[in-house]
Each structure stands twice: as structure tokens, then as C-alpha cells.
């Protein structure tokens, strides 16, 4: 049996190249082959999937502190780049301890200028995990003069891994209380966005408010996409970068997997976008997840770590346990 693992990441437990290997060494004890593809879909851990960072630069925090971001930047001139790693609420303490409406997107913008610098032609930029809400003002201030960063005509090209479709003016409703925004600091910066898209459309010709995903990262799509950048589906952009289809095709199980498996993760997650790659192919899916609602149980076949180990032990030791599901998963259909 040829056996691909694409899992995305189990937040707060495990990443996504940790859960790949437990499931190879459950794999290899049954002499089956298989190939580690860990995946993302532009939130964090999409620089894990690439193989994590290879360059350090130190830039501005979302509080304007000074931070030390890694980024990842390969022999052919592609560059990744996350955001949270720079611009991120984990940097800022959790929503707690943010200040929302002071949170800036500055060392982002400092993070892909560093790239264009040292020679990236190519940069994929993870969205995910933001601790911002400022339209991506404090990136565009610090990236205008690399523009267009559309790729055409020799210049440099910028993808924006996203998994939503938010509009520019909504971030601040939308995203603001997962970042500690009160109702009041909401109602401020979504005024503040209404006058960054009319800014942006007097200085670049560009109305951000139409686009869908600008309201990513608090609205840094947006901002880098009135200097050219490309907001992009971040499942199908990574999946195609890292050779997804490519795999499954030499593959008879595919087994993915996240923290939590929702309706939400057949909705441009990881766990959906390999379903989806694999059923096309005719590949069989396993699904090892750290839980699973009830309204998506029956839809592919799953292992719930909660209802096996326990969620204390799923959780303090989910690479384990994943390895011990996916060895009787083996083992069962060895049997049979």
C-alpha cells in the first residue's frame, strides 16, 4: 500500500510535519510506503509545510516592538513568508493583552521587502493569525516603492494565501473580537477602513471594497492588493506549489487531518481541499482529527482522537495517538 499523509496542522498540539511523520511511522510498522506532504491553507503553518524557515530578519511587531520573523526563501526565487510570524496576535500577548487599533501590518511589509530584496521573484504571503486590523497600511507604507507586485513585465509577483472571503470594510466586524476589539473599537476601525479604501482608490487607482478576501488579515489583502499582490484560494495555491495532485497519483490512501472537523473544513480548509483532490483521483480518504462535530461524521471516514484516547491525552499527546489511530486503522483493513 502506497500511503500519502497531507494533514494540515492540530493547533496548539501539533504541526502539520509532526502529525505527517507519526503517520508514516504507523505506516512503515505495517510495511506499507509513504510519501509526508504536510499542508496548509495561508493560515499559520504555512511556512511549516514548506519546510520551515531558512532566513531571520528582525522587523516591527504589531505592537511596534522589535521582532525577530523567520521566512523561507528557495534557489528558484520563491519566498514565503507568514504573517503571524510578524504581524501575529500570538506576538501580542492573545486578544487580551492587543491593542486592536494600534496593531500594525508594518513588519509584514518589512518581512516581504527583505524578500524582494534578497532576490525573490515569487512570495507567498500566509495570512492567517493576525493580531491587525489596519488595512494593511503599515505593509503598504514600507512596500509602495516595490510596486506593481503583480509578476507581469519582469516585476516582482505576490500571492495572498487566503481561506475567506470578507470584504475590505468588514474585517474590523468580522475578525475584531477574536483579536479583543470592543464593540466601540470595531465601530472606529471600520470607519477608518471606509477611509483607507477611498485612500487607496485616490492613490492607486485600485477600490479594495469589491474584492473578495480584502478583509484577510484585518484587511492586509486588500492593502497589498491595491499595490498588485493577488489574493488567492491559499488551499489550491499551496496544494499546487507543493505538488498535491502530483502525489495522489501514485497513492491508494490519503490521510489527512486537523485539531477540529467541522462544516467549516470542507469550506477552502485543508481537509476539504484534500478530500476533494483525492475523491477526484479515486483515492480513499482517512480523516485523524482531534475531534469531530456530529453534522460531519458519516461524510468521509474518520478517527476521532477525543472519542478514542480521551481529549486530556488526544490533546497533551496527539502525535502518539495519532500514530496508535492510524496503525489499527492499517491493522483493520489488513484484516479484512
Keep these: 500500500m502506497r500511503i500519502l499523509a497531507a494533514p494540515d496542522k492540530f493547533r496548539g498540539s501539533a504541526t502539520a510535519r509532526e502529525v505527517a511523520t507519526a503517520v508514516a511511522s504507523a505506516a512503515s510498522a505495517h510495511g506499507a510506503e509513504c510519501v509526508e506532504l504536510p499542508m496548509a491553507d495561508g493560515g499559520e503553518g504555512t511556512l511549516d509545510a514548506f519546510g520551515g524557515p531558512n532566513r ?12 525577530e520573523a523567520g521566512w523561507r526563501l528557495t534557489a528558484d526565487g520563491r519566498a514565503v513568508v507568514e504573517m503571524a510570524t510578524a504581524s501575529g496576535l500570538a506576538l501580542a500577548g492573545g486578544p487580551e493583552h492587543n491593542t486592536p487599533e494600534e496593531a500594525t501590518t508594518r513588519g509584514t511589509g518589512e518581512l516581504i521587502a527583505a524578500a524582494l530584496e534578497s532576490g525573490a521573484s515569487r512570495v507567498l504571503v500566509g495570512l492567517g493569525g493576525s493580531a491587525t486590523t489596519d488595512g494593511g497600511l503599515g505593509a503598504v507604507e514600507v512596500l509602495e516603492g516595490f510596486a506593481p507586485l503583480d509578476g507581469r513585465a519582469g516585476r516582482p509577483e505576490v500571492l ?8 475590505f470594510t468588514e474585517a474590523a466586524e468580522v475578525f475584531g473580537p477574536q483579536k479583543g476589539a470592543s464593540a466601540l473599537q470595531r465601530n472606529r476601525m471600520t470607519e477608518r477602513l471606509e477611509r483607507l479604501a477611498a485612500h487607496y482608490r485616490n492613490r492607486f487607482g485600485v477600490d479594495v471594497t469589491g474584492l473578495p478576501g480584502g478583509g484577510a488579515a484585518g484587511g492586509l489583502a486588500g492593502g497589498l492588493a491595491a499595490l498588485g499582490a493577488r489574493p488567492v484560494s491559499g488551499f489550491g495555491t499551496i496544494a499546487d506549489e507543493l505538488g498535491l495532485r502530483t502525489a495522489l497519483d501514485s497513492a491508494d490512501l490519503v490521510v489527512t487531518g486537523e485539531g477540529k472537523l467541522d462544516p467549516e473544513s470542507f469550506t477552502g480548509k485543508v481537509v476539504g481541499g484534500v478530500t476533494l483532490a483525492a475523491e477526484r483521483r479515486g483515492v480513499d480518504v482517512l480523516a485523524v482529527v482531534g475531534t469531530a462535530a456530529p453534522e460531519v461524521r458519516g461524510r468521509i471516514e474518520v478517527r476521532d482522537l477525543s472519542a478514542e484516547f480521551g481529549t486530556a491525552e488526544s490533546f497533551a499527546n496527539t502525535t502518539e495517538c495519532v500514530r496508535k489511530s492510524v496503525a489499527e486503522h492499517l491493522a483493520r483493513e489488513a484484516r479484512h
Design 160 to 167: 495572498l494565501c487566503c481561506d475567506v472571503d470578507t470584504g
Design 56 to 67: 531571520r530578519t528582525a522587523v516591527t511587531g504589531p505592537l511596534h516592538e522589535s521582532v
